[in-house]
C-alpha cells in the first residue's frame, strides 16, 4: 500500500526559503515520477514540478521556475520541494503526488503540508 | 502552454441525476486527460485516466470521454458521496495542467 506523508510546512517571511519533504512508502523508485502539486486557500489545484525515477529529468511551472527545486533520495525514498524567495502568493497546501510508470496522472497523493508566507 | 478550462464552474444536482461536466483544452491532448474528484480538506482522488479509463475500485457510474479537445465527465446517477469538486488534468506535455474545477453541490 503507497502512503505518501509530507512535512516541513508552516510560517515563513515573505522572502526567506523553505524545504519540503514527502516521505514515501510502499512505491518502486524505479518506476515511479514524483510532482508537488499546490492550492491555495479556497483555489484550485496548481502542478508545480516533476521528477524523473532517477532524478535526471525535472519539469517546472513557469510560477515556479528559477525559484523552486525538486529533487529526490531514492535510498531514503523522500521527495523534497526547495522554495526560494518565497511571496505571499506561494501560500497554499503543498501535496507529493505519485505517478507510476511516469504516465502523466497521479494515483497517490500525499494528505498535503500548509505553507503560510507571512510578516 | 495549454491552458484547461471547465465548464460549469458550479453545478446543483440532486441525488439520482445525471450530470455532465465538459472540460476544454486549449489545444489537442488526444486522450492525455485524467479526472479527480476532491472533497473538503482532503487529497484528489485519481477518477480516470486517458479520458475514459476508469481508475480500479472507482463507481461504474463515472465515466469519462472525449479526444482532441472537448472532454467529458458524466456521473450517470449521483449518490450522496459524489458531492464534491472535479478537476480535469491533461498530461499531454510535461507541463501538466489542472482545469479550475468544477463544484457539484447538492440541489
Known amino acids: 500500500q503507497v502512503h505518501l506523508v509530507e512535512s516541513g510546512g508552516g510560517v515563513v517571511q515573505p522572502g526567506r526559503s523553505l524545504r519540503l519533504s514527502c516521505a514515501a512508502s510502499g512505491v518502486t523508485p524505479s518506476r515511479d515520477a514524483m510532482n508537488w502539486v499546490r492550492q491555495a486557500p479556497g483555489k484550485g489545484l496548481e502542478w508545480l514540478a516533476v521528477i524523473s525515477y532517477d532524478g535526471s529529468l525535472r519539469y517546472y511551472a513557469d510560477s515556479v521556475k528559477g525559484r523552486f527545486t525538486i529533487s529526490r533520495d531514492n535510498s531514503q525514498n523522500t521527495l523534497y520541494l526547495q522554495m526560494n524567495s518565497l511571496s505571499p502568493e506561494d501560500s497554499a497546501v503543498y501535496y507529493c503526488?505519485?505517478?507510476?510508470?511516469?504516465?502523466?496522472?497521479?494515483?497517490?497523493w500525499g494528505q498535503g503540508t500548509l505553507v503560510t508566507v507571512s510578516s | 502552454d495549454i491552458q484547461m478550462t471547465q465548464s460549469p464552474s458550479t453545478l446543483s444536482a440532486s441525488v439520482g441525476d445525471r450530470v455532465t461536466i465538459t472540460c476544454r483544452a486549449s489545444?489537442?491532448?488526444?486522450?492525455?486527460l485524467a479526472w479527480y474528484q476532491q472533497k473538503p480538506g482532503k487529497a484528489p482522488k485519481l477518477l480516470i485516466y486517458?479520458?475514459?479509463t476508469l481508475e480500479s475500485g472507482v463507481p461504474s457510474r463515472f465515466s469519462g470521454s472525449g479526444s482532441g479537445t472537448e472532454f467529458t465527465l458524466t456521473i450517470s446517477s449521483l449518490q450522496p458521496d459524489d458531492f464534491a469538486t472535479y478537476y480535469c488534468q491533461q498530461y499531454n506535455s510535461y507541463l501538466y495542467a489542472f482545469g479550475q474545477g468544477t463544484k457539484l453541490e447538492i440541489k
Open positions: 486517458k479520458a475514459s
Open positions: 503526488a505519485r505517478d507510476y510508470g511516469w504516465t502523466g496522472y497521479f494515483n497517490y
Open positions: 489545444q489537442s491532448i488526444s486522450s492525455w
